[in-house]
């Protein structure tokens, strides 16, 4: 059954359309949520490269060129860090999400491969998740997932339970970004950003998407 001509998803990337609205700097608000950018990208860059161990407000600080005690001003602890550069990863992943009703499983390959390119921020959700796992009080940045756009998908391809297509769903797509990242298809897939890798995540994400 193919999806109907509306579906309550987020759009293509961003990237795909450029915004030229100009930014106004002097506006307070403004400045705060690009130096918080500037502090949980910085973030992300030091946890992909050194894992969680690296973390620190000091070392984002240098990291981000900010002096020292910038991080400690927008993020007093190390949980709230932690919690704001899994935000910032959630955030982007969202933008970047494509979904095409024309080609559905193509839109999602993209998707995933793009995540593969932008390794590092994948690397750094999948060290941060590895941290909740032992500390409960991290618990609350395994809410991020495409779950909620998963079971939406599930719903307009006619499955009876898009609830549990779209766990299902979200499963497959965590283990063959895991795979193709880490795995042993980090070293026999195809190289991420080429035809060759879309189209080898094309034919695996069409074998799920049946009902």
């Known amino acids: 059954m193919p999806p109907p ?5 987020i759009p293509a990337s961003s990237t795909d359309v450029e915004d030229s609205t100009p ?5 307070r608000e403004t400045r705060s949520t690009v130096r918080k950018d500037l502090i949980t990208d910085a973030a992300i860059r030091i946890v992909a490269e050194q894992g969680m161990r690296g973390l620190t407000h000091r070392a984002v600080d240098r990291e981000a060129g900010l002096p020292e005690g910038s991080t400690s001003a927008y993020f007093r602890t190390r949980k709230a ?4 550069f899994v935000e ?16 559905l499983a193509g ?14 921020r994948t690397l750094a ?11 409960p009080e991290l618990k609350s940045i395994l809410v991020h997932s495409p779950r909620e756009q998963a079971t939406a998908l599930a719903r307009a391809l006619g499955h009876e ?23 042993g298809g980090s070293t026999t897939g195809p190289r991420p950003g080429t035809e060759e890798s879309l ?12 009902p």
């Not at 930014?23 to 506006?27: F, K, L």
């Not at 609830?163 to 795995?183: D, K, M, P, S, W």
């Not at 189209?199 to 049946?210: Q, W």
Request: proline share 1%; with cysteine; hydrophobic share 45%.
């Open 5 to 9: 001509t509306t579906i309550a998803f």
């Open 23 to 27: 930014v106004d700097y002097s506006c």
């Open 81 to 84: 860090l932690i919690e704001g």
């Open 88 to 103: 910032r990863l959630a955030v982007q992943e969202q933008q970047e999400i494509v979904l095409d009703q024309d080609d």
């Open 107 to 120: 839109g999602i390959a993209k998707t995933i491969d793009g995540w593969l390119v932008e390794r590092n």
């Open 125 to 135: 959700r999948y060290a941060a998740m590895l941290e909740a796992t032992h500390h």
């Open 161 to 183: 339970s898009p609830e549990h297509a779209g766990a299902h769903f979200t499963a497959f797509i965590e283990g063959l970004l895991f795979y193709r990242l880490v795995g």
């Open 199 to 210: 189209r080898d995540l094309k034919k695996a994400v069409e074998k799920v998407l049946r």
